[in-house]
Every structure is written in structure tokens, then in C-alpha cells.
């Protein structure tokens, strides 16, 4: 089975960038139609999609946050990245990973989530 798991440092000081891995294991990143997508949860408050790398390596975002985000992958080692620049306080929340399969359009594996705090 495919699994997930999120990296990258726990506290991030405002206006630097945040950045992640996400290491796939039991499935490849460039096996075909798949999405590779990147999901947050601040306190408080719902899942908010940031953005995916598809299998093919193009990238979609969130309007919200496109300006700041970005995407990438290390197919070598079979992880996709979120760089995600000039935090603030309000991008405080958990961090995930997870596979989509845009042909059923499910979400179906997800890393176990890793907190980023955003504070000086």
C-alpha cells in the first residue's frame, strides 16, 4: 500500500519560507493520472487545498495562495516539496500530504499530518 509522511521544520519565523517533503513509499509519483497534493488545517478551522504536482509534473494551486506557493518534485527519491514563502502567523496549522485520484476525484492516502507553527 502507499503511504505518506510529511517533513520539514516544526517552527518557521514570519516572512521565511516554509518548506516540506513528503516521501512516497509502495506507490511512484509519476505513475500515470495520479495528483500528488499538498493540504493544510489551520487551528480551528477546515482542510484547505494548497496546490498538487501531477504525475506528469505540472502544478495547479489555490488561488489564494499561488503567489506564495510552490510545488515541486525529486522523482529520484520519490517525494514532491511545498515551499510556501513570507509566512505569517496565520499560516500556523497542520500540514499534509496526500495522494488524489482525479479520475473518482478522492483524496485516497494521506500522510499522519505535521504541525508548522509560524512565530517569532
Known amino acids: 500500500q502507499v503511504q505518506l509522511q510529511e517533513s520539514g521544520p516544526g517552527l518557521v519565523k514570519p516572512s521565511q519560507t516554509l518548506s516540506l517533503t513528503c516521501t512516497v513509499s509502495g506507490g511512484s509519483i509519476t505513475t500515470n493520472y495520479l495528483y500528488w497534493t499538498w493540504i493544510r488545517q489551520p487551528p480551528g478551522k477546515g482542510l484547505e487545498w494548497i496546490g498538487y504536482?501531477?504525475?506528469?509534473?505540472?502544478?495547479y494551486y489555490s488561488p489564494s495562495l499561488k503567489s506564495r506557493a510552490s510545488i515541486s518534485r525529486v522523482t529520484s527519491k520519490n517525494q514532491f516539496t511545498l515551499q510556501l514563502s513570507s509566512v505569517t502567523p496565520e499560516d500556523t496549522a497542520v500540514y499534509y500530504c496526500?495522494?488524489?485520484?482525479?479520475?473518482?476525484?478522492?483524496?485516497?492516502?494521506w500522510g499522519q499530518g505535521t504541525q508548522v507553527t509560524v512565530s517569532s
Open positions: 496526500a495522494r488524489e485520484d482525479p479520475r473518482v476525484g478522492v483524496l485516497d492516502s
Open positions: 504536482i501531477a504525475y506528469s509534473g505540472t502544478t
